[in-house]
């Protein structure tokens, strides 16, 4: 159910509408994600947080039309550049794949062809995309390689994969996958191999390209700290589902769903004390929950109720910029659910873009 966007908008990128995926296992089809609804918009940064196990990679490869043999899609639509992925044949996405809609993974290590020089790579991905001579596509191959923060970019131009270390490998995967000018990037935990002063260079560069060129960024990570950088909306899984899907601000400063409030409880703030213990969210994530048809967090939230265990929950509006999978917050029971100015979330963020924006044309 999407309230706040509209499959005809063109301002959205990608619109996905009931997504839902079931891989075959021993004991038979389990569904391991149901009922997901996001949109993502041109230049806009959606982040994706969640608990390991909640769905985020399996959602982003079912868009690539990547998911492992035995997953496959079973519900659900995904609208891009007014086509929808999900039906493609392998083809069709192959023409979309790499040109048009990209993907960055945590590990490189295959992802490079072992038997070309990195220059070769990237040189043929700009090429596909742009008809520029090879000089040309040299020049802007060295231009990327330099700004995802890779000293001597001629040098490596003439190298093997084999011969770099990880963390370098990792940032030719993400110049290949930025060479073609991709409309959408999705990220999967892409820097978290990275050390932290690389990872801030390369989330800066994909903010500037989503500025400059109003590239679209999924950005999936377990993160709080990144989330809270670079996305402008934030999507937040738990067990195959969506469970809140609002701004960064509100998501925030008034977090609608518990399990976004326990998330954010595990954050450590500056104001706390330097020895204060990390925490963790009590319990774990329950290993059958596809078969849980009620709310899947009830076993773990502070706040659950017989009604809650009884009950499919379903995404609802709070208002213009939460939605959440919460009958307690939807009936106004939860006190730490508060009322928000959502027209001062869009203002600030708005705003945020606008001055990321000049500082970019400042140089
Ligand atoms: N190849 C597979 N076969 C069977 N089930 C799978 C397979 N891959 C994923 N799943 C199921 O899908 C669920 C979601 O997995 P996914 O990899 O999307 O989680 P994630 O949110 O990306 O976690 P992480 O943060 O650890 O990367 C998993 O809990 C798992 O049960
Ligand atoms: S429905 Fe009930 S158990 Fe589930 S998150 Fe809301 S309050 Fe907690
Ligand atoms: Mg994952």
Redesign the pocket.
């Known amino acids: 159910m999407k309230a706040m966007t509209n499959v005809d908008d063109p301002d959205v990128m990608l619109s996905v509408n009931g997504l839902e995926?079931t891989?075959?296992?021993d004991q038979g089809d389990?569904v391991?994600?149901r009922d997901v609804d996001f949109d993502i918009r041109r230049g806009e940064v959606l982040g994706v947080v969640?608990?390991?196990?909640?769905?985020?990679?399996?959602?982003?490869?079912s868009l690539m039309g990547l998911l492992?043999?035995?997953?496959r899609v079973t519900d659900g639509e995904a609208w891009f550049k007014g086509k929808n992925l999900l039906s493609m044949t392998s083809d069709q996405l192959d023409e979309i794949r790499g040109k048009h809609l990209a993907m960055i993974f945590q590990d490189a290590l295959t992802s490079l062809n072992p038997v070309l020089t990195i220059g070769n790579q990237i040189i043929e991905a700009i090429r596909a995309h742009q008809d520029i001579s090879k000089a040309k596509a040299t020049n802007l191959a060295v231009d990327l390689l330099d700004r995802v923060g890779l000293a001597k970019p001629k040098t490596i131009l003439n190298q093997y994969a084999h011969t770099l270390s990880g963390g370098m490998r990792q940032r030719v995967m993400i110049a290949i996958a930025l060479a073609s000018e991709p409309s959408l990037i999705i990220a999967?935990?892409a820097t978290s191999s990275l050390d932290v002063t690389i990872q801030a260079q390369i989330m800066h560069l994909l903010r500037e390209l989503s500025l400059e060129r109003d590239m679209s960024v999924m950005l999936?990570t377990?993160d709080i700290g990144l989330i809270a950088q670079m996305a402008d909306r934030v999507l937040v899984?738990y067990a195959?589902e969506v469970v809140e899907y609002t701004d960064v601000f509100t998501m925030f400063e008034a977090p609608g769903h518990p399990y976004t409030r326990a998330l954010l409880d595990t954050v450590p703030s500056i104001e706390d004390d330097k020895d204060r213990e990390l925490t963790a969210i009590p319990g774990v994530?329950p290993?059958d929950?596809?078969a849980i048809n009620s709310c899947r967090f009830a076993g773990r939230c502070e706040f659950a109720q017989q009604q809650c265990r009884e009950t499919r929950q379903v995404m609802r509006p709070l208002d213009d910029c939460r939605q959440v999978r919460c009958m307690r917050a939807q009936n106004n029971e939860l006190d730490f659910v508060h009322s928000t100015q959502c027209e001062a979330s869009k203002i600030a963020l708005a705003r945020r873009k606008e001055e990321a924006k000049k500082r970019l044309s400042q140089g």
């Not at 608990?51 to 399996?58: A, D, H, R, Y």
């Open positions: 995926i891989f075959k296992t389990r391991f994600l969640g608990e390991s196990g909640s769905g985020k990679s399996i959602t982003a490869l492992p043999n035995a997953g999967d935990e999936i377990h899984m195959g994530v290993e929950y596809y």
